[in-house]
């Protein structure tokens, strides 16, 4: 009669594993969802920031930047170029000198559905984790739509030449 060897048997190692792989998914579900709000709340510095070097740069140069790498870093959380829109004219012209009826950029549905903001200066903006911008418009008119998780920054004229002109 042979011996009994010790050590565990194939069908113990499998359920062991099988048991390991259950736990480590239970424990990185939360770890993958705290990865992903990080970076969110990077991304929402990332784009405040933008908008702070943006004016930034037209209180140094009485203009808006043509590109946002003129006044800051451009990308989000995620490595992903960030949107920045701004009339033409205010890369040209002072802004303390335009009046706000020349500066037709509206943003539709930036509070809610169905409010608008009026004499938009500027918006920074990043696509969020779902990479689906809900922005879109072309010329004076943009439109936030069910933006998912986008992250917006925007400046009026009212609070540029508020914050920037003597």
């Known amino acids: 009669m042979r011996a009994r060897e010790s050590g565990l048997s194939m069908i113990e190692v499998s359920i062991l594993l099988l048991v ?10 939360p770890l993958g969802a705290t990865i992903r709000q990080a970076k969110i709340e990077e991304s929402r510095a990332a784009v405040k920031a933008a908008k ?18 003129q006044a800051s870093h451009t990308r989000d959380a995620w490595g992903r170029e960030m949107l920045y829109l701004h009339p033409a004219q205010l890369s040209t012209e002072n802004y303390c000198s335009t009046p706000a009826q020349s500066l037709d950029h ?8 169905g409010e608008d903001v009026l004499h938009v200066a500027f918006l920074v903006a990043s696509t969020g984790a779902d990479r689906q ?14 933006a998912g998780d986008d992250i917006v920054e925007y400046v009026t004229l009212y609070e540029l030449k508020g914050a920037l002109c003597p």
């Open 133 to 146: 911008s809900g922005i879109t418009g072309s010329g004076s008119s943009i439109d936030i739509g069910e």
């Open 20 to 29: 390991m792989g259950v736990v480590l998914i239970v424990l990185m579900r």
């Open 106 to 113: 509206t943003l539709h549905g930036s509070g809610g559905p």
């Open 52 to 69: 702070d070097g943006v004016m930034g740069y037209a209180m140094a140069h009485g203009v808006l930047p043509r590109t946002l790498s």
